[in-house]
């Protein structure tokens, strides 16, 4: 679903992404900048590192699962009064750092500090979820390429759902970096630190 393509930096006079990428092939890296010509078309466009991704739509699994999330940790937010969730929206942690989480949750403040006029967020929420798409090249993005920039950029949490396999790898913050601290299965309990006394069966997030 997502094709990571080579790129690089001249002037840009079309608006459709196939013109868009032509010329940027001779191009070193891309920028925020560069997403704002590119048309709304229903596809995901990221930039990680200056490289350039398209996500085309996901499996009807893939978006049942980013809503169960959402709809879990919305009602614990609304009970607790701690934070907002996120769905979809755009995260810029710089120019060449412009990516779309499938899901995020921040404290209330952190949300106040982060959210810019246009609705996007600048800066690290406490929780990323991104939900596995099919494919090497996917899986590389999720597991490795999105996981270094988290890591990086001071996201305390993040979690990887595979809703084929019915699992959720757990990343925490440890001495400055995220590390894998667990990998739930359909039986287990979702809970965080982040998160006091939320608890959700893994089985309902992905039902």
């Not at 999720?142 to 305390?156: A, M, N, P, T």
Request: glycine share 6%; with cysteine; hydrophobic share 40%.
């Amino acid at each position: 679903m997502t094709q990571a393509i080579a790129t690089p930096e001249a002037s840009i006079t079309s608006i459709t992404p196939e013109a868009l990428i032509s010329q940027r092939e001779a191009q070193l890296l891309w920028t925020s900048a560069d997403l704002e010509l590119l048309p709304d078309n229903n596809n995901r466009y990221e930039i990680i590192d200056g490289e350039f991704y398209v996500t085309r739509a996901p499996h009807n699994k893939h978006q049942d699962t980013c809503g169960n999330f959402c709809y879990e940790l919305k009602a614990w937010s609304k009970l607790t009064g701690l934070g907002y969730t996120v769905i979809g929206a755009g995260l810029i942690f710089g120019d060449n750092d412009d990516v779309i989480p499938d899901v995020m949750w921040m404290t209330k403040e952190k949300y106040a500090a982060l959210i810019d006029d246009t609705g996007h967020f600048r800066g690290a929420p406490d929780l990323v979820i991104e939900v596995l798409s099919a494919g090497t090249e996917n899986e590389k993005r999720d597991r490795e390429v999105k996981l270094k920039l988290y890591s990086s950029r001071g996201v305390l949490e993040y979690w990887i759902a595979d809703w084929r396999t019915k699992q959720i790898q757990v990343y925490r913050r440890e001495n400055g970096i995220l590390k894998l601290a667990m990998t739930l299965f359909a039986s287990d309990t979702l809970t965080s630190p982040l998160l006091p006394d939320f608890a959700c069966l893994i089985s309902q997030i992905f039902e």
